[in-house]
């Protein structure tokens, strides 16, 4: 299996668009202090208490997207860098599987619609286990896909709060003041070096 903890984090079109706008100074320190290898406790909560995730696969031209499903505690962490979901009986495609079996790189979202909770976004390495042992841990499954983690968390402002319905008040609408500033701008790390037209830094004007 590669390791991504040897390649860069960013790729040249990253870059490009981080030089564009003036936001290489911030995508470098959110990845100094929020990429990690090692579930956090809050993470561990937010996972394994999960009743859903997004995953991404791709193998050459064949690009998928999928949401994996399940009773809260369907997704296991393993150690702290790996966790694992069953696959269920499903339609006969396996376009996850069958992505993960040519290309272990996979992209996974879990996310909570509450209006509070952080995203958590995860770079995975991905490989499929049929033995005995792996599937027994998870009833009803036809296989186990394992995932070694690189991870961090993504600000959550954007996300709509489904349970009360209310939309999120940090999306900027016609006619309404400019939105509030997300929590991580105000960061040590952070707020000296927001990009140069940045609405939240210090001394701007909207």
């Known amino acids: 299996m590669n390791d991504f903890k040897e390649r860069d984090f960013f790729h040249e079109g990253m870059r490009h668009f981080q030089d564009l706008f003036d936001g290489k100074r911030t995508a470098e320190a959110l990845e100094k202090n929020r990429k990690h290898y090692q579930f956090w406790d809050d993470e561990k909560d937010i996972i394994e208490n999960s009743k859903f995730f ?38 006969s495609m396996y376009r996850t599987a069958g992505n993960i079996l040519k290309n272990p790189n996979v992209g996974l979202l879990f996310i909570n619609f509450d209006g509070k909770s952080r995203r ?37 402002r954007y996300i709509p709060n489904l349970d009360t319905k209310e939309p999120s008040v940090y999306v900027p609408r016609k006619g309404q003041q400019f939105p509030p500033a997300p929590e991580w701008k105000e960061r040590d790390y952070i707020k000296n070096i927001l990009p140069t037209n940045d609405p939240h830094k210090k001394g701007n004007k909207y």
């Open 54 to 91: 997004f995953i991404a696969s791709a193998w050459k031209g064949y690009i998928d997207c999928n949401i994996k499903s399940g009773d809260p505690g369907f997704v296991k962490i393993i150690d702290n860098e790996i966790i694992e979901y069953p696959e269920y009986d499903g339609n």
């Open 120 to 156: 958590i976004r995860i770079n995975g390495h991905a490989t499929i286990h049929h033995d005995n042992n792996s599937i027994k841990k998870h009833y009803g499954a036809k296989f186990i896909v394992r995932i070694k983690c690189e991870i961090y968390p993504n600000c959550p």
